[in-house]
């Protein structure tokens, strides 16, 4: 909280954030606003940067391990070298925070929500347009030599007045070099979401090409 322009000691209490995570945010020069959702691994929250007054959707990832905390970084980084690629969520800023060791990564807020809550509302013309430019975003990701393997309705995304699709969540992208904490993936263990994975993708890891 902000009283004539100086921060409060003490931050408002956000649901769904611990202490620790709402001075962590703080520090970095972000004011919590609400809690957007929550899964396994963590929190994602509305959050403000104070410096420039605009909205970031960040995901705390609490529950992380340390082989998830360094593919978390890893994401940050591919999503952040992919921010001129057409229809890919930008990702602002990333860290691991000092104190508790939690990684944090800071998004643009897509507000228009999810493909998973809009599909009722599709029209057939406006799927076929929503795929083709699925697969132009895709395409030039392929051409940098990554694979998503996990495209899904929750994983596209909108801005509120944009009618293109923006994909994000890139926690589990195949690269062509291992990276540090696990940059790919075992030989044969599918990755991804077992209702939306293409056959091949089910049947093996190593297939997904």
């Not at 959707?57 to 992919?82: D, N, P, T, Y």
């Not at 990701?141 to 009618?163: G, Q, S, Y």
Request: one cysteine or more; glycine letters at 10%; aromatic letters at 4%.
């Amino acid at each position: 909280m902000r009283q004539g322009g100086i921060m409060e000691n003490h931050p408002i209490p956000i649901a769904g954030l611990t202490p620790a995570e709402n001075s962590a945010l703080q520090r970095r020069g972000y004011t919590p606003v609400r809690l957007l959702g929550e899964g396994g691994m963590g929190v994602v929250i509305l959050a403000r940067h104070d410096a420039l007054g605009e909205d970031r959707a960040v995901k705390i990832l609490r529950h992380a391990g340390r082989g998830a905390k360094q593919r978390a970084l890893r994401e940050a980084r591919i999503m952040s070298r992919l921010r001129q690629v057409p229809g890919i969520v930008p990702v602002y800023d990333a860290w691991l925070d000092e104190a508790t060791e939690v990684p944090y990564i800071a998004m643009e807020y897509m507000a228009g929500g999810t493909l998973a809550q809009h599909c009722a509302d599709l029209t057939f013309t406006g799927a076929v347009k929503l795929v083709a430019d699925l697969l132009d975003t895709l395409e030039r990701v392929h051409e940098k030599r990554l694979i998503h393997r996990d495209i899904k309705p929750e994983n596209v995304m909108f801005r509120p007045d944009d009618p293109r699709p923006y994909l994000g969540d890139f926690g589990i992208v195949a690269t062509p070099e291992p990276a540090e904490g696990g940059g790919r993936t075992r030989i044969g263990v599918p990755m991804g979401t077992p209702a939306f994975m293409a056959p091949e993708q089910a049947r093996s890891a190593a297939e997904v090409d």
